[in-house]
């Protein structure tokens, strides 16, 4: 059984910093991409950045909206990805998912993950 669990959410005042993680387990994590989608309340999910795994390495995505700002990683070996988040803003307060889809294709569209974790709140505040 496959799962996702996200983790590192909280509530931070704006500028300031976190981490998400995300552990993956029931599924080789080499052949998946992972992505974290957030949304905020009374708006659509936005995917936010993703990390793939090819032979060459990591290939990673960022949105105009967070780039710059949070970094992506990836452990394999501990079927764990992270995102940084960093200067935070008001804006950026939402629930974080974390996906993950069989392939390499980063980006790709929400609908093209396979499998969800259950988010993680984070509340950025002034």
């Known amino acids: 059984q496959v799962q996702l669990v996200e983790s590192g959410g909280g509530s931070v005042q704006a500028g300031g910093s976190l981490r998400l993680s995300c552990a993956a387990s029931?599924?080789?994590?080499?052949?998946?991409?992972v992505g974290w989608i957030r949304q905020a309340p009374g708006k659509e999910r936005e995917g936010i950045s993703c990390?793939?795994?090819?032979?060459?390495?990591?290939?990673?995505y960022y949105a105009d909206s967070v780039k710059g700002r949070f970094t992506i990683s990836r452990d394999n070996a501990k079927n764990t990805v992270y995102l940084r988040l960093t200067s935070l803003k008001l804006e950026d307060t939402a629930i974080y998912y974390c996906?993950?889809?069989?392939?390499?294709?980063?980006?790709?569209?929400?609908?093209?993950?396979?499998?969800w974790g259950k988010g993680t709140q984070v509340t950025v505040s002034s």
């Open positions: 029931g599924l080789t994590f080499d052949d998946y991409v």
């Open positions: 996906a993950a889809g069989y392939g390499s294709r980063c980006p790709r569209p929400s609908y093209e993950y396979n499998y």
């Open positions: 990390i793939s795994w090819t032979w060459s390495g990591g290939i990673t």
